[in-house]
């Protein structure tokens, strides 16, 4: 598989070979579909909780007689049928939202996702990406005089100016190879790596 290197002007100066068992797997939506929601059902939190019938804010008394009023039969407001009352099966943080996702899918959903991006023509590689200072215009200069407004930067890893450079642009994100994700190579429209990050993900994901 060859991979399209970018100059500083966004054209392509050359090209780079690549693993077709990364970069040039055939599409399986199936296996993105559950690595996906996988990687997004086990960054959930599991924070939420709702109040049971017992823990609810709520009067013991009665709140009409038990007959001659027509109203149907109350106990008490703490009913699950009453507003304000509590649940009959109530969320609590220690529900387990985990999915399970084998390692060799894992790394075959993830080449599959690059070899779409790559096809697609969403995946490009430039032959490296750092700032001199933790300056917002540095990157977004740089990515401006590329023709790229929004973006993944990937590289072989982060240093600090490059994080600190990124982190305030709504549409560009920079993150180590190691560190790259199936959710974010899907969101953002362009994505750029490395040379040196190119080599680390095959490695990876062979």
């Given at each position: 598989m060859e991979l399209q290197v970018l100059n500083a002007q966004g054209k392509a100066a050359s090209t780079l070979a690549a693993s077709d068992a990364v970069f040039a797997r055939e599409y399986n939506e199936a296996l993105v579909h559950q690595v996906v929601v996988g990687f997004q059902a086990n960054a959930r939190s599991?924070?939420?909780a709702q109040m049971t019938r017992a823990e609810v804010r709520h009067s013991t008394k009665k709140p009409w007689k038990q007959k001659g009023t027509g109203n149907a039969r109350a106990g008490m407001t703490?009913?699950?049928?009453?507003?304000?009352?509590?649940?009959?099966?109530?969320?609590?943080p220690d529900e387990n939202f985990?999915?399970?996702?084998?390692?060799k899918m894992f790394r075959a959903g993830m080449a599959t996702i690059l070899s779409q991006?790559?096809?697609?023509?969403?995946?490009?590689v430039v032959e490296n990406f750092a700032v001199d200072a933790p300056k917002t215009k540095l990157v977004a200069g740089a990515l401006k005089d590329m023709g790229i407004s929004e973006a993944l930067i990937v590289t072989d890893s982060i240093d600090n100016n490059l994080y600190l450079a990124t982190r305030n642009l709504p549409h560009v994100a920079?993150?180590?190879?190691?560190?790259?994700?199936p959710v974010s190579l899907l969101n953002?429209?362009?994505?750029?790596?490395?040379?040196?990050?190119?080599?680390k993900i095959e490695e990876s994901y062979k």
């Open positions: 599991g924070n939420r703490s009913s699950p049928i009453w507003r304000g009352g509590g649940r009959a099966f109530p969320n609590k985990s999915h399970k996702i084998n390692r991006l790559a096809r697609d023509g969403r995946l490009s920079a993150v180590a190879a190691h560190n790259v994700d953002f429209k362009r994505v750029l790596f490395t040379k040196a990050a190119v080599a």
